[in-house]
């Protein structure tokens, strides 16, 4: 089990990234969760198996196709025991 702790920037408020963020991690077991940060960037803390976790991370590069991520800075962070992903407020 891994996790990590990732600021995400570019145009990723106002074009459904925190649900596709939610709908990614699911699909992938991912748990966590993704808000949005009042300085227009994104934050996620995700935990996972390895591979899936690299998976997830490479979607979330890629971003919604009305998103455009410009850097995605990730950090390794200790896992919390999550038991969903979500999206907070």
């Not at 196709?65 to 969903?84: C, I, M, N, W």
Request: charged fraction near 30%; charge should be neutral.
């Amino acid at each position: 089990m891994k996790a990590c702790h990732c600021i995400v920037e570019g145009r990723v408020q106002g074009v459904g990234f925190r649900y596709f963020t939610e709908r990614a991690a699911r699909r992938l077991g991912i748990r966590g969760w993704v808000r949005n940060l009042p300085t227009g960037e994104v934050e996620i803390v995700a935990e996972g198996e390895d591979g899936a976790l690299e998976s997830f991370l490479e979607e979330v590069r890629r971003g919604p196709s009305y998103g455009r991520v410009t850097a995605l800075k990730s950090s390794p962070a200790d896992p919390a025991g999550f038991s969903d992903f979500e999206t907070r407020i």
